[in-house]
């Protein structure tokens, strides 16, 4: 592994933990040569999927493209580049679940969506308008509108199961 400052191969590990889920290994190391400590990620090579794009090209999936688009939505939220990670290895993994050799470049714009619908409503709202491509202000209304309307509908059942009854509005006399 080389240093990213001054690209020796001479270095040492300082620390190794098991990812969270166990499918990963983050390791501490430090130059030899200019003391720079940097860290590195081992996980288990899996087979992904290729991606069909749009015109028909296929490519090898990119957990890179996946990364850049989640940190792009997320950009100035309140979400840890740890979580931003999860997500990632999350897509990545709904995708190896199905098992297929290839998979619509939707498929995993849909898995991202998702994931970011769960995470982060504005995140999932600013990958939205790029990923849908929204014409006009009015599809993006529509998609706000949706979202709102589901999250008003989890609060209701939220307060149900909390057995907290909604109060009916005071008659002003």
Do not use: W
């Amino acid at each position: 592994m080389k240093c990213p400052a001054c690209r020796d191969l001479n270095n040492r590990v300082i620390d190794s933990r098991l990812g969270k889920d166990g499918d990963v290994i983050r390791r501490r190391r430090e130059c030899e040569k200019c003391a720079r400590r940097f860290t590195t990620y081992e996980r288990v090579e899996d087979y992904l999927p290729s991606v069909v794009k749009k015109d028909g090209r296929r490519e090898s999936f990119d957990r890179m493209k996946v990364l850049a688009g989640l940190k792009k939505a997320c950009e100035k939220r309140p979400i840890s580049v740890e979580t931003i990670e999860e997500t990632a290895d999350t897509v990545e993994r709904t995708l190896l679940e199905k098992g297929d050799k290839e998979v619509p470049s939707s498929a995993v714009g849909e898995a991202i969506m998702a994931a970011l619908h769960d995470l982060d409503s504005v995140a999932y709202v600013r990958f939205a308008s790029v990923y849908r491509s929204f014409q006009d202000i009015d599809e993006f209304v529509d998609e706000l509108e949706d979202l709102l309307k589901e999250r008003r509908g989890a609060r209701k059942a939220r307060r149900k199961r909390a057995g907290v009854v909604a109060k009916a509005p005071r008659s002003e006399s």
